[in-house]
DNA sequence: ATTTGCCTTACAGTAAACTCTAACCTATAT
DNA sequence: ATATAGGTTAGAGTTTACTGTAAGGCAAAT
């Protein structure tokens, strides 16, 4: 059982972007008897999980939708894994082009490198 | 030599973002006699490039930092290294992410596999 | 009793990155 | 000569994902 301030700190995000997931649909706290949010073990889970597909660029609005197919109970199993297949795949597409880009850094890089050691005093030419 | 709906065309972006990322100091291509942006082959392998970049999550702002850098001239070198050196070490971070996450996907994907293949009977317990 | 601290809501404001509109210009095709 | 297919600008509008404000409720501490 955690109040909205203190799911804030465990998972370092604001009390306005928990209220703003819970109006987005995307967690349901339960109230204590002063209308207050409660949050329990299972909603903190879930949302490490959020902040995981949040990390890797699933939008609000696809991961709303995923959270709206689990309410609705075991029958969207399949709608389920559908999306999570998805995602890994976009997932996938990231790491490639990180890959790619990581390569390419470390030649411009390594170019940087024997420019400035020389004294700066070589062509730089397709050095962007 | 491009005319800015052919730069559109190669690089699959619109005229209005070609516009915006000039208007944000990210590209300066040349003018002909009519006022028309003329892009060369260098504007398009640097537009390729920010087009990198952007695919890896650095912001616009950063982008125009290293932009600008490159137009101040070869003593800006050591200050494009670090900022370079900088996304690669972010580039690594998200590869990181992005594996964990992936790894956490296919586990959940194998648990719905299995909940599926057996007529939905099992329980999925954490299968959020 | 009232201050303090934390909670509530509704709703307005912000930042980033486009995206579009309106009004206008200019070269080529019919 | 005029329609069409491009180009131009300034500036307004949109989307996403927050972020902040205002007005108020409630309970424990002073």
């Given amino acids: 059982m955690y109040t909205i301030s203190e799911v804030s700190k465990l998972l370092d995000i604001t009390t306005y972007t928990l209220r703003y997931y819970e109006k987005e649909g995307i967690v349901k706290p339960v109230r204590n008897a002063n209308g207050e949010r409660v949050y329990e073990d299972t909603h903190l889970a879930w ?28 029958h969207t199993s399949q709608a389920r894994l559908n999306l999570l297949e998805d995602h890994r795949s976009s997932i996938q597409d990231q790491i490639r082009h990180l890959t790619e880009t990581e390569k390419m850094l470390n030649d411009k890089i390594a170019n940087y490198k024997v420019f400035i050691s020389k004294g700066n005093t070589l062509d730089l030419s397709m050095n962007d």
């Fill in 47 to 74: 949302l490490r999980f959020v902040l995981r597909l949040k990390q890797t660029q699933m939008p609000i609005s696809q991961i709303r939708e995923y959270a709206q197919l689990y309410l609705e109970g075991e």
